[in-house]
């Protein structure tokens, strides 16, 4: 008889990427363990043409888009074919702090407590409908490059979880709403 694992299917994902690739790193890294649910099958840069973007990924048949900090509006033509199958990644509590320059926004806001949110991708800028966030303390001595790492250490594990139970237990979007589990019903 075929084990559960041998049964059970494993996601497709596409993962975007404009930095140094760590929350990738996470991600292929958890992908590695069977019981995770996803593999990686494509991973694409913000170098080339945003308007070959849709095709490039629609190609690799993914389940699920993962821009792991992708900096550019992925546009119309995207968002039609992966709206609610695409999330991002930031490094701040949204709906605070949106846009290129979170970490270095709360820290001159004087902020205490920051974070980093999951999101469902739309056509606002970090806009979309919060999946999962998590917090993090900031030190009174931190400048943007020692909360910006601080934070990155909670954001791989808090995407690479719920990238996973997305994965495993479905997702359902309603309004701002989302709601993990029970295959998204
Ligand atoms: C992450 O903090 C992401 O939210 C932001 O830039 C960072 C990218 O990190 N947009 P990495 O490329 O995954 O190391």
Request: glycine share 12%.
């Amino acid at each position: 008889m075929p084990s559960p694992k041998a049964t059970r299917s494993t996601a497709r994902l596409v993962v975007l990427v404009s930095g140094e690739g760590t929350n990738l790193q996470a991600l292929i890294d958890a992908c590695r363990d069977a019981d995770y649910g996803a593999r990686v099958v494509a991973v694409g840069a913000d170098r080339g043409k945003i308007t070959a973007l849709a095709d490039a990924c629609a190609g690799h048949a993914p389940d699920l888009i993962v821009l792991a900090g992708f900096m550019k509006l992925v546009g119309r033509a995207f968002l039609g074919s992966f709206g609610g199958r695409c999330v991002n990644t930031h490094p701040a509590l949204l709906p605070s702090f949106p846009g290129a320059h979170g970490v270095r926004d709360a820290l001159a806001h004087g902020v205490k407590v920051t974070g980093c949110t999951v999101f469902i991708v739309d056509e606002g800028v970090d806009a979309g409908p919060i999946v999962a966030q998590a917090c993090v303390p900031v030190d009174d001595d931190d400048d943007e490059a020692t909360l910006h790492e601080r934070i990155k250490v909670t954001e791989r594990a808090l995407l690479v979880s719920t990238v996973g139970r997305m994965v495993r237990e479905g997702w359902s979007v309603r309004g701002r709403k989302v709601r993990i589990g029970q295959r998204g019903r």
